[in-house]
């Protein structure tokens, strides 16, 4: 059956009227993600590691916030996702959790925080659930994680697998490398995508496979697939936010695009800043405090926000 035929035919309406977004926005769940395999609209996820970013992604309406361990490579800049630990993903949940009040809330399990045992996975993914805020849980792996997964599943973790261009098997594969490109290649992560599928995983993560393949895959599982270097025929779409918002200035993949380019505005701000600080010119009278005056630094305004009250940031002026 062609899923993705059936998602083109969807007809697609202007941003007020379909954006899953906009007012009254509810919850965004596992059960609502499933069913948008077959109804539509596609799948837009995106990462973050911190609550500032977290408030910006779930304010501008997307589906999924994943706390994926690229946050070894862009937040501590590793050079892969290995080291990456259960502890620190859990961190990151937390903040992240915070700032999250639509999206549904998915935490990456790290290298070797479930591939020793079914025991080992669903321990640490009940940690993740636990300590880290999640909502659900992705791994890597396909076949040989398959009992993993059911474990979990029947335990009421909900599990978002991932496919194709694994990060966590960087050296078995010799590098940040295009799977599925051969018949029995693409055999294989179809195989992946199969078993996930019959595992219980509500939806998969296809990455960095030819978009053809994406397409085949997509058309053999019953849940929603979410690409990312695998072309437009998946249920969705995933980026992480410092490749999209151009902040990763070095580095420019293929399958990126860039809908800003913050680096740059962030590099032009703070030179601003450095000279205005150099100069004298900042910080100007409006930014001291008197002795009598305004009461708090960023105190909330409590008009039109999403974010709940938050208490005043910074020292208040009485
Ligand atoms: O770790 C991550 O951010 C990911 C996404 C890119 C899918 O796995």
Redesign the pocket.
Known sequence: MDFCGRLRKIPFTPLEENHVSTDARKKITVPALRARKTVGPRIAAV?AYDVTMARLVDEAGVDIV?V????GMVIQGLPN?LPVTLEEVCYHGRAVARGVQHAHLVG?MPFMSFQVSVEQALTNAGRMMKEGGFEAI?L?GGVDYADHVHAMVRAGIPVMG?VGLT?QSVHAMGGFRVQGKGEDSAARVVADARALDQAGAYCI?V?GVPADLARRITDAVSVPTIG?GAGADCDGQ???CFDYLGMVRDLKPKFVKRFAELGDAIVAATRSYVDEVRSGAFPAAQHAFGMAGPRAIGEPTGTGSIDPPRPPYGPTDD
């Open positions: 990462t994943l994926g361990d690229s946050l996702t990456d992705k890597e991932h990060p993560v990455e990312i995933v980026l992480v």
